[in-house]
């Protein structure tokens, strides 16, 4: 049997989504040499990059970080989030940092915190552009050097030397802003020795916590590593890792599914062995890791305009048999009224999303749903603009029938007033990588003591 270098304990798939006390126990019961799991994610859309706020509730943030932190001080072992606040602007670190304050004072911990912001300066980057060292990813879209200034936040994602360093310098708890996903479970194993591939691979894998086993919803998951291979299990009593859970977890939010990119380099698995050590249990080997120029992917986040939202219940047998001809003859004909109101067309957009019809994938030919709930959202340059537009569309989304000379129907509009004005709109502008001589050198670190 090889001998187990350290341990690591993912509670977690993302702080704030909680797992029951007796799943969390049994992980602590397994003597981690450290509690780490993500805090955020781009998943959710540009608006919390755009604005620094989190997307869960305080209150289960405080819950899951609290048992975290208990139980890192009883083992004596350090606590790690990354891209802390969701988004993982230097706002949601200082108010993760809130949160840790709280928890230390009500439990009594006295612990050292190192705070690793990850915002960036648009004068820098600029610099960096200038100097052609930032380069689109796949899917990016165009820029030039204004969009750095056009941007509301911008991140990079830390890897796991930022985390070491912390670490190294004695932080019992690490709160980190953005970072990709693997990093912070990577960090304590390469400290250790462990070979890289073997880090990196557990890491993709556990990321996002009991994803990978037989029941995601249940509780997290524990890594042992050995110096050449890792062994992955979940902690709740109602899951199992099989190969195929783990090995599948490589094609999750991943194009390839069998390389990753890191700032540090790339991991490749297309040689790794999956072996079920037991029902529950799964040993993997093979992985490689090969050590590249640094990079640090940049994320961008800048204002789109305002958006008001108008959301109409439809059941009319009629305009069941024809929804999208109905709705482009309804958005012609308010279009055309439109024209005498000398509304610039460049200063809006609206879009209609027909949910039980088409609004999340073509229809089949030939479907006739029961019923249509039509979401328009209308957005544009102020606020005023985007309700303006909606209330001229509303007479209309009340009653409009499928052809000028009929009868008018009634459909439901679901609230009154019917115009919901939902504020700032954002979107991603930056889906970048940027080169960089030393991995730490966009990111700074902050210790602070709580006594």
């Not at 940092?97 to 050292?112: D, L, S, T």
Request: hydrophobic share 40%; net charge negative.
């Amino acid at each position: 049997m090889s001998e187990i270098i350290c341990r690591i304990f993912v509670p977690y798939g993302a702080l704030g989504t909680g797992i029951s006390d007796q799943s969390f126990a049994a992980g602590i019961r397994m003597i981690p040499d450290a509690i780490v799991c993500d805090a955020g994610s781009t998943d959710s859309g540009p608006y919390y990059l755009g604005t620094g706020k989190c997307k869960y509730a305080r209150d289960a943030l405080k819950e899951d970080f609290q048992r975290m932190i208990k139980a890192g001080h009883e083992l004596h072992v350090p606590v790690m989030i990354g891209s802390a606040g969701t988004c993982g602007t230097d706002k949601g670190v200082d108010d993760m940092f809130e949160i840790a304050k709280e928890i230390c004072i009500e439990e009594g911990i006295q612990a050292k915190v190192a705070l690793i912001y990850c915002g960036q300066s648009a004068a820098s980057l600029k610099q960096k552009y200038s100097l052609g060292k930032i380069k689109p990813l796949d899917g990016a879209p165009e820029i030039n050097e204004t969009v750095f200034d056009e941007c509301e936040n911008i991140v990079g994602l830390a890897g796991a030397k930022p985390f070491i360093k912390a670490l190294e310098d004695g932080a019992d708890i690490v709160i980190c802003g953005r970072a990709t996903d693997t990093a912070i479970l990577a960090a304590v194993p390469l400290m250790k020795g462990v070979k890289e591939g073997v880090c990196w691979h557990a890491a993709k894998t556990a990321e996002c916590g009991s994803i990978c086993t037989t029941n995601p919803s249940g509780g997290g998951v524990f890594i042992s590593f050995e110096k050449d291979s890792f062994i992955i299990e979940p902690t709740s009593s109602d899951s199992q890792c099989t190969p195929y859970s783990v090995s599948a977890h490589m094609i999750y939010e991943n194009a390839n599914p069998y390389q990753l990119r890191e700032p540090a380099g790339l991991l490749d698995t297309s040689r790794a062995v999956y072996e079920a050590l037991d029902e529950r249990r799964v040993r993997v080997s093979g992985s490689d890791f090969t050590s590249m120029s640094p990079t640090i992917k940049l994320e961008g986040s800048s204002l789109a305009g305002y958006q008001t939202v108008t959301i109409v219940g439809m059941r009319d047998r009629k305009l069941m048999q024809a929804p999208e001809k109905w709705l482009t003859t309804l958005n012609g004909y308010v279009q055309g009224k439109m024209k005498k109101y000398d509304l610039d067309p460049s200063s809006y957009t609206i879009d209609f999303k027909m949910y039980g019809y088409n609004a999340l994938a073509p229809a089949s030919d030939g479907f006739v749903p029961e019923e249509i709930g039509l979401v328009m959202i209308v957005t544009a340059k102020t606020q005023a603009l985007a309700t303006r537009i909606a209330k001229i569309y509303n007479p209309y989304l009340l009653h409009f029938p499928v052809m000028l000379e009929e009868q008018l129907p009634t459909f439901g509009l679901l609230f009154s007033p019917a115009e919901i004005e939902k504020g700032a709109a954002y979107e991603f502008r930056l889906h970048h990588a940027v080169d960089v001589e030393d991995e730490r050198e966009l990111f700074t670190i902050r210790m602070e003591e709580l006594v």
